[in-house]
């Protein structure tokens, strides 16, 4: 029994070791298989941005069906890695909006996930389109601009 305890302990700890891994840890290659994803929706509106290595798909429906694809070069997919390295992976569950108007459908909803190479997923409350929190909004302008481009 004290066995078995001793190697769930180890398991227990070691995961979480893992999990706590910041995002600036991870190497160039691991990298590649990043992925940003930008959700800006409404009751009548949906517009989806994925951010990978080589391209940027954005989502016109919540079908997904409207699609646009778009190359990305690796200047750009540098600056979004450093934008990236430069959030606390722990505080971004907790941001909070600076602004409430979506409430009042004033603006759209606005999301930010970052889906890691080991499956992990970083996702951010939701937020007014065009106001996000500081803490992510150098990622998100930029997102924004690459998405226009």
């Known amino acids: 029994m004290k066995f078995f305890f001793t190697v769930c302990l180890l398991i227990i700890s070691n995961s979480s070791c893992i999990f706590n ?17 930008y959700t800006q929706f409404s009751r009548g509106f949906f517009k989806e941005i994925h951010i990978e290595k080589s391209k940027i798909t954005t989502y016109l429906n919540y ?52 889906l890691l190479n080991d499956k992990s997923k970083i996702s951010s409350p939701d937020f007014d389109h065009g106001f996000p929190p500081d803490l992510i909004k150098p990622l998100v302008d930029f997102i924004l601009n690459l998405s226009n481009i």
């Open 21 to 37: 891994k910041s995002i600036s840890a991870y190497n160039n290659k691991e990298n590649d298989t990043l992925e940003i994803i």
């Open 63 to 114: 079908q997904k069906t409207k699609i646009e694809e778009k190359k990305i070069n690796q200047l750009n997919w540098d600056k979004c890695i450093s934008y990236i390295q430069k959030i606390d992976r722990n505080k971004i569950s907790k941001l909070k909006s600076p602004t409430n108007n979506r409430q009042t459908d004033k603006v759209h909803y606005a999301k930010l996930v970052i």
